[in-house]
């Protein structure tokens, strides 16, 4: 099991490398990972209807939105790993443009 040391994004990204190893999900496309993450994201939706008592699939075991943002953020490293994009430097750089905008 790999093991995380302090929560940087730099580690995080690091950690999806080995974990992606350990449990056979290395070879995985950037498809099959994006398709994934919107599963995922579909997941967080339904979670979040159950936090907010809207109705949902009574039958669904879905109910955790920390657990679903955590099971998408594993999706968005995996997908930075495989563009070999630095996902702390892409968040200041695009941070700088959003700076810039004029937020309505």
Not at 19 to 45: D, H, M, P, T, Y
Not at 79 to 84: D, G, H, L, V
Request: hydrophobic letters at 40%.
């Amino acid at each position: 099991m790999p093991h995380l040391s302090a929560a940087t994004l730099a580690n995080l990204q690091s950690y999806v490398v080995e974990l992606e190893k350990e449990r056979g999900f290395a070879n995985q496309s950037v498809i099959q990972k994006c398709l994934l993450l919107g599963e995922e994201v579909g997941e967080l939706f339904k979670a979040v209807r159950k936090s907010e008592n809207i109705t949902t699939d009574k039958n669904s075991n879905i109910h955790n939105v920390g657990e679903e943002l955590s099971d998408i953020l594993i999706y968005v490293c995996a997908i930075a790993n495989r563009y070999n994009i630095d996902m702390e430097e892409a968040f200041r750089k695009k941070e700088e443009i959003n700076k810039k905008r004029v937020w309505e």
